[in-house]
């Protein structure tokens, strides 16, 4: 009976996060030089979510712990890009940073100033639990909402009203890992860890590009979804098809920064696109090569 008892503990703080479990262990194996970021990372994912989601953090680092061509240099890089994925920055977290910084400012004196924020209005919706943000994103898509409508919120401590407001957002995170956007991340932050994985397996000179990709993908708002955007274009037409064998690119490397720095100058995709074609295309045209297999 008490290993069925311990067994829904656990899981019921999966669902929520749990803040007073205690923190995972470093991994067996872990390199000294890369002890230092995977405990941040640790740190920083039990404030956000809890315990169990620090754990899941540890999980996800083992896969590249003892891999002969990962050293610590790279761990170290993974984990961080890794830990600031999982703590993305939804109105929840951003909640929370406002009212870690009245109490920081509240104990130096000092005067907090208003943080405002646009969200896009389905990213606002995905926030909250998939069974309740379902139903309304259907609602507000069928009348052309959805990706259209700018929400401007204001993150204040300037009134105990708006302090209470702060504290309802924040105490959502006990839903957050049932959220849409949770969802989202997760299924992002397996693909990005797999794509390390196969790039370290098939062309290891571009693990470092693969890795930091991630950043990439920053903020909230229409900047966060273009980067997305970006991210699966060069994902899904230079690294998956070079990886499968489907495209010899022999740099893949110099493909991904190249992709990256037109991304950069000219959002939108168009000018993205373009450049992928023509990478795929010098690469079509070039003589094969065993170097992606």
Known sequence: MESVRSSLRYLFADLIGDHDGEP?????????AASLAVSEGIHLLMEYQGASYAQLYVDRIKRFVRRSNVDAAMLCEIAQLLAERMAYEDPIRIAQLRLMSLARGRRAGGRETDDVRRFRLDELIGALPQSIADSMLSGFEQIGW???????????????LAVRWLKLVAGLRRWRLQSVRYAEERIWAERWLHMIARALDKQPAAAPAVIATATMIQGQGDAYRQGLADWHAIIDDLAKPT???ALPIHDLA???AEA????LAEPGQGALKRTIAQIRARALAAPSSNAAE
């Open 243 to 245: 990886f499968d064998g």
């Open 24 to 32: 995972p262990f470093l991994p067996d194996g872990l390199p000294d």
């Open 260 to 263: 990256r720095a037109v991304a």
């Open 254 to 256: 110099a493909a991904i």
């Open 146 to 160: 959805l990706g259209r409508r700018r929400i401007k919120v204001r993150f204040s401590v300037r009134s105990r």
